[in-house]
């Protein structure tokens, strides 16, 4: 590629970064329906066009932007998961424990998958897609977790987790300093004893 090309192909990158970066913030912030291009292209400091370069649409932004999320919490997902390889009860305690410092983060606005849903009520729309697609995601990796931990019922005890995960990122306003993590952790605990006393008692209720 001659030396010109690349010059500009990395500078139409740092465009792109530079709108990205300035919508997702402003989405997060203000929320996604009362922002609009206009602002981001003001914040930002560049041209309309070099938005609809780079974006076709304000809704092809708003699901770089959830993508973008996507990748940030997964990422943070994975380095756990990692880490625990070899135990699925230290890798669900530190899970609870990453989860529950992020929602007790002063400006933490809450899980930006379910704020973009509750905009969009129409289902077929590509940002309740895509947060839809991030919620069967985490249902699909805590089942995994329950699996290894050898509930009788692994899909409803991943459905309970995931209630759980998803009621601490619409409840973060109530939480006080440093209540989010311990509430998430015995919380979960109860709920693994459940699915144990469940599964030492076949039959009962």
């Given amino acids: 590629m001659p030396k010109t090309a690349s010059v500009q192909a990395g500078q139409g990158a740092d465009v792109r970064n530079r709108i990205l970066e300035t919508a997702s913030e402003l989405f997060y912030k203000q929320g996604v329906r009362a922002v609009g291009v206009d602002l981001v292209v003001e914040k930002a400091g560049v041209a309309k066009t070099s938005l609809y370069r780079h974006f076709g649409t304000k809704d092809d932004l708003?699901?770089?932007?959830?993508?973008?999320?996507?990748?940030?919490?997964?990422?943070?997902?994975d380095s756990?998961?990692?880490?625990h390889r070899d135990?699925?009860?230290?890798e669900l305690d530190a899970h609870l424990g990453w989860i529950g410092e992020r929602v007790g983060r002063p400006h933490y606005r809450g899980c930006p998958q379910i704020n973009v849903a509750a905009e969009f009520p129409d289902a077929d729309h590509p940002a309740r897609k895509i947060a839809?697609?991030?919620?069967?995601?985490m249902r699909r990796r805590l089942k995994l977790i329950s699996e290894q931990l050898g509930a009788q019922a692994p899909d409803e005890l991943a459905g309970q987790l995931a209630v759980l995960i998803n009621g601490a990122f619409v409840s973060s306003q109530i939480f006080e300093p440093g209540?989010?993590?311990?509430?998430?952790?015995?919380?979960?605990?109860?709920l693994l004893s459940a699915s144990e006393a469940s599964t030492s008692r076949p039959g009962q209720m």
């Fill in 132 to 137: 839809e697609t991030h919620k069967r995601e």
């Fill in 80 to 83: 756990v998961t990692n880490q």
């Fill in 87 to 90: 135990n699925a009860k230290a």
């Fill in 179 to 190: 209540e989010a993590t311990p509430l998430l952790r015995r919380a979960a605990e109860a």
């Fill in 62 to 77: 708003i699901a770089a932007f959830l993508e973008r999320e996507d990748q940030d919490f997964w990422s943070q997902w």
